[in-house]
Each structure stands twice: as C-alpha cells, then as structure tokens.
C-alpha cells in the first residue's frame, strides 16, 4: 500500500498530520472523517452537499472543477479562490504533502 | 386525526420499503416528510446518480429507485402526510403515540417507525455573526408569502433556481428594488433562469452584484443594511430592507432530538435485535440509527426495517403467532382501500 501525508488545518487551527493510502480511492473528506476530524460529508462524496468545504492552501497541482463542484461552492459560505470541495480531491502521490484548512462550518 | 398501525417518520428509501414489509403482515402505515414528495435524499440530494449496491440492480438511478419502492408498496396504501415535518410526541390514554406536525396534523398509532434519514431538510444559514437576532426581522430563509416583499428593498443572495425565480418575480412590480449577491458570474440555476435574470440587470430591473459576498448584517431592531465582501472591490455596504439568502437545505436530526430518545452523535441509539429504542413502541431504522458496526447503507435499512416490523406484530398481538410467509407461495395481498 503507497501512503502519502497530508496536513489538515482543523477550525481551531491545530495541524493533523494524516497518513493516507492512495491505492484505495480515497478522497481528503473520507480521510477527515476517517481520522474523526469534524467534516460533514452529508452527500457522501458526490459533489452534492457543500459540508466538506476547504481551503488548499499548499501549491499543489489539484484536478479541475467540475461543473457540479463549481455550482455547489455557490451553497457554501466564505469561499476564495483556494476553496475545493474535499470530497473531489482523490489522494495521489502526487499530492503528497497536501496542506488543507477546513473551511467553517454552517449553521 | 390519522390513524394507522405503524407510524413512518421519513418518507425515504428505508421508510417506504417498511410499508412493503409491514403490508406483508396486514399492518398499516402512514408517512410523515418534511419534504414535498416521497424519497428522502435519493429525491432531494441525488435523484439522478447511478447507484450500484442495491442488490438485484446492477445500476439503478436513485429517482428511479424511489419510483420502483413506490410502486411495490402501492397494494398496501400507505397514507402520506408530506412537506410537514413531525415536532411533538405524546402518550394518550389508550398507550397510543400522537404525533403532531408542524402545521398541526394529528397521526395516532400504537407503534412509531423513525426512518429520518439525516433529518429535516431545512434552510442552510450563512454562518455570520448576529444573524440570528435578525431572522424574521428582515432576514428570511424561505420566502412564504411574496406580498411581504412589495414596495421593499430586498436582497437575494445564492445562486440556484429558487435565488434566480425569486428575484425575477419579485423584480417584476413586486419589491421596490432587488439585489441578487452572488459569489460568481454563472449560475447553478436553470439557464433560461440565468438569462433572464441577467436580461433583467441588462433593463435595470435586477441589480446583479457578482463576486461578491453577504459577510455582515447591520441594524438596530430591524435589519438596514448588509456588508458585502466583492472580490476585487472589496467592502461594500448595501443599504436593504429584506435580505433572503437561499443555498439550499441541508438535513438537521430537528425536532426528534427532543423526544427523549438516547442519542449518540445525531444518531437514535438501537437494539439490534429489533431496531428498537429505549422508548418502548418507537425504533428507529435506516440512516437516523446508530449501533456497532452501523453502515448507513440503503441495503441495511431495507434489513433494519423488515425486522422491525416483526417486532412491532409481536408488540401490537403477542398472543398470535408469526409464520414467515414466502411472496413466491401466495404472492401479495393488498389492502382494498
């Protein structure tokens, strides 16, 4: 199993280190909720929700959006330009050192 | 008053196949949603993904499923009460359940089934300081009744169908002016909506404010203005009567958080004997349970709610005995009306 990690800024702004496979076609909210940190993921990783809103704040090379990601920023709140949903960034090697920040959460 | 044997709280995939099982021992049920049609997430969230772990389909759209489950419980009636959600238990005399609706429908049963899913589908609120104290006082989250509006200042912010409708209704000799804030240029919203909308700003009728941002409200007792956050223009402050931001619902476990169920992290705590709870005669079934080893799996609700109704015959005759009948020996039979 290839494991990368990634660096997740939680609301409080403590970093977590996580270990993540990247063999297993996981995505960065399957990891944050695997590691009990606080993502909603409601829709469950279609792009359907907006509950796993964050920020990439690394310069890493990130997939496009695609249309239905773009669509659902517009029902999450404080978005910049840096704002993906985590449930459309899968882990590749590539990825490797990942810095995300959790965007807040909604009411 | 409505009245049935088994109570369904939640109108989604779980709670609807319920009715099947329950049909196959004579037992009748009644649904209660908070949504305007059956369904639950499959209708509201995804009605138009493939999903592939329900077994016998090797891919089933999720709407699809929803009107397949519809059609099986057909022979068996089952009552609907939809776009109410349920608030209030009690006990009566007779040790039945009495739930009431939000808008005051009355269901009576011996036996409750809450297939809640995630929960109530209720507006999503912008996290912004001091909005609360602002709702009904010039911010609202659902527009009822669009006369509130006429001759107002009002603004909308979001960019789906029901921001792009509204603002073009409202635009139209309803308010004294209206502000759609959105945070890009394009629309999540049907695109003859989008062109109009933009048709409108093009007249003056709509002023379209892009790339931008609802990030304060401001007033004394009612709300005056808004602080919008524009991306390359920075603070803005627009001077509104109204401001209605729309994006979109998002599922709260709602009212049922209070009915003295034990409760663990949003979920209703069960046995997994029989999908009970720890108030006799209510379970809970499908997405809104949690137990060891809990999948929240289309696939095992369907299992949760199909034993569960055995329970519930036991509870409602324990003197008859239950013999588990095959549909290949007899097939179905309904209930005439």
Not at chain 2, 29 to 38: F, G, K, M
Not at chain 2, 107 to 136: C, T
Not at chain 2, 203 to 221: P, Q, T, Y
Request: glycine letters at 10%.
């Amino acid at each position: 199993m290839s494991m990368i990690q990634i660096i997740i800024v939680d609301r409080e702004g403590l970093e977590h280190k996580l270990d993540a496979p990247t063999d297993m076609d996981m995505n960065v909210m399957e990891v944050c909720k695997a590691s009990k940190l606080p993502v909603e993921g409601t829709c469950g990783g279609m792009a359907m929700c907006a509950s796993c809103h964050c920020y990439v704040e690394s310069d890493h090379a990130l997939p496009e959006m695609s249309e239905d990601e773009e669509s659902m920023l517009d029902e999450a709140f404080f978005v910049e330009e840096n704002s993906r949903l985590s449930c459309q960034l899968y882990l590749k090697p590539e990825l490797r050192g990942l810095r995300v920040r959790l965007a807040p959460e909604s009411a | 008053m409505i009245e049935t044997d088994i109570l369904i709280i939640g109108a989604g995939p779980c709670g609807l196949f319920t009715v099947f099982e329950a049909g196959l021992l004579k037992l009748r049920c009644h649904l209660i949603d908070s949504l305007p049609e059956p369904g639950g997430q499959c209708a509201e969230i995804y009605p138009k993904k493939p999903i592939f772990d329900i077994p016998a389909f090797p891919e089933i759209l999720a709407g699809e499923l929803v009107e397949n489950l519809m059609r099986q419980i057909e022979p068996f009636k089952p009552g609907f009460t939809l776009g109410e959600s349920a608030v209030t238990i009690e006990k009566d005399q007779e040790n039945k359940f009495v739930i009431t609706t939000n808008k005051g429908t009355k269901h009576r049963a011996p036996i409750v089934a809450i297939a809640g899913g995630l929960g109530v589908f209720s507006p999503r609120k912008p996290p912004i300081q001091e909005l609360s104290r602002f709702e009904d006082k010039g911010v609202e989250y659902i527009i009822k009744d669009p006369e509130m509006y006429r001759g107002r200042d009002v603004v909308i912010s979001g960019g789906g169908d029901s921001a792009l409708d509204w603002a073009i209704f409202l635009s139209e000799g309803v308010a004294n002016t209206v502000t759609l804030v959105h945070r890009r240029k394009g629309f999540k919203g049907h695109p003859d909506s989008a062109q109009k909308v933009l048709d409108l700003a093009e007249k003056g009728k709509i002023r379209f404010v892009a790339d931008a941002e609802v990030i304060g409200v401001n007033g004394s007792e009612f709300l005056e203005s808004l602080t919008v956050k524009h991306k390359e223009d920075g603070l803005m402050e627009i001077a509104t009567d109204h401001w209605v931001p729309l994006f979109g619902l998002t599922p709260k476990l709602g009212p049922i958080a209070d009915w003295g169920l034990e409760i663990e992290k949003n979920a209703i705590k069960v046995n997994t004997l029989d999908y009970s709870t720890n108030i006799s005669g209510i379970y809970a079934i499908g997405d809104v349970n949690t137990y060891p080893g809990k999948l929240k799996l289309i696939l095992c609700g369907f299992h949760e709610g199909t034993l569960m109704v055995q329970s519930a015959f036991k509870r409602l005759y324990p003197d008859k005995n239950l013999v588990l009948k095959y549909t290949t020996v007899n097939g179905i039979t309904g209930f005439d009306e």
